[in-house]
């Protein structure tokens, strides 16, 4: 065995243990909005750690919430993070947008004085509009309604934070909060206890947010970049970031064949579906759950699904150096039927398996996962692939 073989192997042995890490995600920004299917910074950041150096570019393809671009430049890579979601770009932006010190002051003073405040019982002319707002569907129910109320009040009182930044910050911690107060929610939540948990997630947040900033000005020569695209990664190469450079490495997490995950809806006062996040973000929402995971639950759907999935793998090839690592954290609902068409498009899609390595699988902990499928859930085993660019 070649020293580069066995320094490689140590390399992934190394990414198993942070794969098969189960410590709740916590630090930097990684507790602004639990988007579905993350995986852990703790494996991300092993990834770009054992395969990447500072100043590489790295890419996440299907970024989600954004943890890869987070660890990527924290420590010290240049990121590049796209997805189909326009809430995912939303989230991912905030999480890496540092705060002036007049907006950090601002937001704090928002969360102690404005949000106390906030009555179901005030009726000022301008919340109407924002009530009736198309993507508040379904939060007129009994248990959300309440919840509704303090929520648009809260919007219509970001006029008066000082910047943009400083309003999207807000609106994140509105997401944050909701979504506890909401999403899969069995019963209704006070609003004391709704006020209280906005207020203390804006000081948790900031917190966060200027653990990221401290990290960015550490011994690096130079500051990390993002670049945040809202498109699928088949146009990958169409974007202006990669005129001039090429990924390093890939570290992402695809949507998984025949597993059903809502990435643009929350459930609310018994499983109904609501595009409130979307309502939050200020967000462009017009599109269904399968164009989010390439493929709904027809039977037809896995066809369509590994279409998809081959121009998207084809158009991070077009983006990455030869020799580039991709990895790939990804579980399947039928894995004998499934795996082989995936490691198929990934050939042909110019990527070549790492072999001689420890495969890496791990049970999911703590994920409401829906496959097309009775019995037990394979979707909620996920296995890590790891291939270079050839």
Known sequence: MSRSTSELRERIENIKVAALDATPVAGLTHKFYRYP?????????SVIRELSKPG?????????????????????????????NSLAVFI???????LSSEDQRALRAWAKNVVPGLSYFDEPEEVG???????TTNLTLPNARPIKKILGLALLSLEDLPS???QDFARCAMLNVGQWALNGRKRSTPLPEFRQALQRAVGEMLNGLGAFARS????????????????????????????????????????????HMLY???QVDGRRESPAPYWLAACHDGQGAAYYSFADRSDTAADRY?????????????????????????????????????????????FAEVRHVTPIARRVPGRRWHANMKGRLNGSREIVLIHQAR
């Open 164 to 166: 943009q930044i400083a």
């Open 216 to 259: 960015l000005s550490r011994q690096f020569p130079f500051r990390p970049t993002r670049y945040l695209i809202n498109d699928s990664a088949e146009n990958l190469a169409h974007h202006d970031v990669f005129r001039s450079q090429q990924a390093s490495l890939v570290v992402t997490s695809p949507p998984y064949p025949g597993i």
């Open 129 to 135: 509009a924002i009530l009736r707002d198309h993507r």
């Open 306 to 350: 590994f279409a998809e999935s081959l121009r998207t793998l084809k158009g991070i090839r077009a983006v990455v150096k030869k020799g580039a690592y991709l990895v790939q954290m990804v579980a399947f609902s039928e894995p004998k039927r499934h795996l082989p068409r995936y490691l198929q498009n990934l050939e042909e899609s110019g």
């Open 56 to 84: 590489d570019l790295v890419l996440d393809s299907y970024m989600g919430g954004g943890t890869a671009i987070v660890e990527s430049m924290a420590l010290g890579r240049h990121a590049v993070g796209s997805d189909l």
């Open 92 to 98: 991912a932006r905030v999480k890496t947008t540092p």
């Open 264 to 266: 643009h809806r929350w």
């Open 37 to 45: 299917a993350r995986f852990s910074p703790a494996f991300a950041s």
